[in-house]
């Protein structure tokens, strides 16, 4: 699943989860929140990056968009790929059908618990618990692992087997397994008119992909919008159909440099600052003398004509 182009590409991930180190949250969803986008901020600042283009799938979309409200000059471009947390909690039985069964299941156990506690507490079987609980994972990563598709399972059980500060986290950001208790939704209007979206969804994921035409229609005419779908995906839009999700996010990045400088050179073009009265008046008395310059040369040039 490689790119293929002449781009650096930076996989990160969250503070608090895979091998990333374990902070301690607030139990604050707005605090949490803010710990979690100082913390790509501060990585940015180390790797001395002056502006990217952010992608971020599922919660990484959620905390990818709350990034780029608050630095919005960091970001080039913002591709949200199945972004989760962005409507709000949905009471309509045909949207949460969508939801699969698993997900629905640990979804009742969440409400008390953080979602990977069996993993924990069954100790050194825990990647046998991964593997039966999640059998389609190691198969979307099989043409990067053809060897020993195992280490998927083995990867997961040994991130999330120590303490769970990212579920923490996570935990205190939902309203249920698939809602956040601060829909993004409600803030797309803070997100600079300058940054350009992609949205890319999996045509077969549970997550409502209404919200990328809702993204769209609460921006401004000068801000740029596209939405996408991955025909056969899921929610796991990059490994389930890895060509095609590449291919539009390579489209996305050339489209960012070479067409869309002009167009959020427009959109955040600064106001004419206002002149100071002193520079007003000395623009006005060399337009004076320019005026009684051109008046003088068209005497002269009248009485040469006479002559």
Not at 54 to 76: C, M, N, T
Not at 256 to 271: G, M, N, R
Request: neutral net charge; glycine residues 6%; proline residues 7%.
């Amino acid at each position: 699943m490689t790119f293929g182009v002449p781009f650096l590409i930076i996989a990160i991930t969250s503070s608090g989860f895979g091998r990333s180190s374990r902070p301690r949250f607030s139990t604050d969803p707005e605090t949490v929140e803010r710990q979690l986008v100082t913390s790509i901020e501060e990585w940015r600042k180390e790797l001395k990056l002056q502006e990217m283009i952010l992608l971020g799938h599922s919660f990484g979309g959620y905390l990818a968009f709350a990034y780029a409200i608050q630095y919005p000059d960091r970001v080039k471009h913002l591709i949200l790929a199945d972004p989760w947390g962005f409507p709000q909690k949905s009471i309509d039985p045909q949207k949460a059908s969508k939801i699969p069964l698993w997900a629905r299941m640990i979804g009742n156990l969440y409400k008390n618990f953080n979602p990977l506690w069996p993993v924990r507490f069954v100790g050194p079987l825990g990647q046998w618990v991964v593997e039966k609980m999640r059998p389609d994972l190691p198969k979307k990563f099989t043409p990067v692992l053809k060897e020993d598709s195992s280490a998927i399972t083995e990867y997961i059980f040994q991130c999330n087997v120590q303490a769970p500060s990212g579920e923490s986290a996570f935990h205190t950001l939902t309203e249920g397994l698939g809602y956040a208790k601060r829909p993004m939704l409600h803030r797309v209007d803070q997100l600079a008119a300058h940054v350009p979206v992609t949205v890319i969804y999996g045509s077969r994921s549970w997550v409502d992909n209404s919200s990328g035409d809702k993204i769209k229609e609460a921006r401004s005419q000068n801000s740029f919008v596209q939405v996408k779908s991955v025909t056969g995906a899921g929610h796991h839009v990059y490994a389930d159909r890895a060509d095609v999700f590449n291919k539009m996010v390579n489209d996305t990045c050339t489209l960012s440099d070479e067409k869309l400088d002009i167009v959020t050179t427009k959109a955040v073009k600064p106001p004419k600052e206002p002149q100071e009265p002193e520079e007003e008046v000395k623009e006005e008395e060399e337009r004076k003398k320019e005026e009684e310059k051109k008046k003088e040369e068209d005497g002269q040039h009248q009485q040469d004509k006479v002559t």
